[in-house]
């Protein structure tokens, strides 16, 4: 089955405590990508990866690092967490534009509590 | 950049009403356009797409046309349930940014 499998699904965190969150998937897509999910401001993305050690920022890079060591897996990893990033999080992946078929795939979420 | 506008509710309907979501976007080159629906406390799913100009997507019920003209991507059910209940999300992908642009949701409350 394809799918984009996240863990953990929920996390309570104190601040400054680094953690990793994962994402892997299945389906060999070049482009994957971590966004957060606030109520009235929707999904923002926060970085990217269009292949394998090809990383970009998003809209809110700020906090958060990420890397592509393998195709399959995207993590993120919050350095010293604060309570700003309390958040639902959300690891999508795709093929590329240029392939006319990019249609994202999401995993389950994240929901992340900093206190 | 690219952008995706849509009206944010949140939207209440009575069950068999008809539904319009409005979603209009901003983009360079030729996106792909999508709805994607969240359901509570889950992820993301597609919905619907269209991948050029006057192309129409369709899916459980619900439509939506790509009018390159009014560079709008418009979401509609004819008779909607209590079970479409949700958040929707317009969405672009493929300008000449990258990957994925998403509008800010529309919540969805259909009741009985």
């Known amino acids: 089955e394809a799918q984009v499998t996240q863990n953990p699904r929920y996390l309570i965190t104190v601040t400054g405590k680094k953690l990793t969150v994962t994402c892997s998937q299945n389906m060999n897509h070049e482009y994957m990508s971590w966004y957060r999910q606030d109520p009235g401001l929707g999904l923002r993305q926060i970085y990217y990866s269009m292949n394998v050690e090809v990383t970009d920022k998003g809209d809110v890079p700020e906090g958060y690092k990420v890397s592509r060591k393998e195709k399959r897996n995207f993590p993120l990893i919050l350095e010293s967490p604060s309570p700003n990033q309390t958040s639902l999080y959300f690891c999508?992946?795709?093929?590329?534009?240029?392939?006319?078929?990019?249609?994202?795939?999401f995993g389950q979420g994240t929901r992340l509590t900093v206190v | 950049g690219d952008s995706v506008t849509q009206m944010e509710g949140p939207v209440t309907l009575s069950e068999e009403a008809f539904l319009t979501i409005n979603c209009t976007y901003t983009a360079t080159g030729y996106p792909s356009l999508f709805w994607y629906v969240q359901y509570p406390g889950e992820g993301l799913q597609l919905l619907l797409k269209a991948t050029k100009a006057d192309d129409k997507g369709s899916n459980k019920g619900f439509e939506a046309t790509y009018r390159k003209e009014t560079t709008s991507f418009h979401l509609e059910k004819g008779s909607v349930q209590v079970s479409d209940s949700a958040v929707y999300f317009c969405a672009l992908s493929g300008g000449y940014g990258q990957n994925f642009v998403f509008g800010p949701g529309t919540r969805l409350s259909v009741l009985p």
């Open positions: 999508a992946s795709s093929r590329p534009p240029s392939t006319g078929n990019t249609e994202a795939f």
